[in-house]
């Protein structure tokens, strides 16, 4: 039989474990809508529990996935830089970091950051698209004896 002892000793592991299991998912590059009910359909298979906060943003959408073990939790965790949708919606899986207001602005500024990333991303596609088109254009020109000066 267990002494009151051991019972003390192991509930604050119990409470660490709750900590560690619940994932930050981000999704940025929204051409459909993302809603709890789809996050389910993602993450039921991995152990998640019943109530995810979801955060409807302008340009992205934030969720708070809490999990039933920190091994289903990281088990999801894989899901991390994925698409739900060919293409959009993509996925960026933190682990939940304990909530207070330096936390969250080190948060904020860490998913700003990563969504300029990938718009610079889709600037410097769009820039060597332009390149290309251009030099084509150019050889074209040059071709038919039209020089620019």
């Not at 299991?21 to 298979?45: M, N």
């Not at 340009?59 to 949708?85: C, D, K, M």
């Not at 293409?87 to 700003?112: A, K």
Request: hydrophobic share 40%; proline share 3%.
């Amino acid at each position: 039989m267990a002494s009151g002892h051991d019972n003390l000793v192991s509930e604050p592991l119990t409470i660490a474990s709750d900590a560690e299991r619940v994932l930050r998912v981000t999704v940025s590059h929204l051409l459909y809508p993302v809603d709890e009910y789809l996050l389910h359909q993602l993450v039921d298979g991995y152990g998640v529990e019943e109530k995810i906060e979801v955060h409807q943003m302008a340009t992205y959408v934030e969720a708070s996935v809490p999990f039933q073990t920190r091994a289903a939790a990281e088990h999801a965790w894989n899901l991390n830089g994925r698409a739900i949708y060919d293409g959009c919606c993509w996925l960026d899986i933190q682990w939940e970091q304990p909530s207070n207001n330096s936390t969250t602005l080190v948060t904020s500024l860490s998913m700003i950051i990563t969504e300029w990333k990938e718009d610079i991303k889709e600037l410097r596609a769009v820039l060597q698209d332009l390149v290309a088109f251009l030099q084509e254009e150019l050889a074209k020109e040059k071709e038919e004896g039209r020089q620019w000066d």
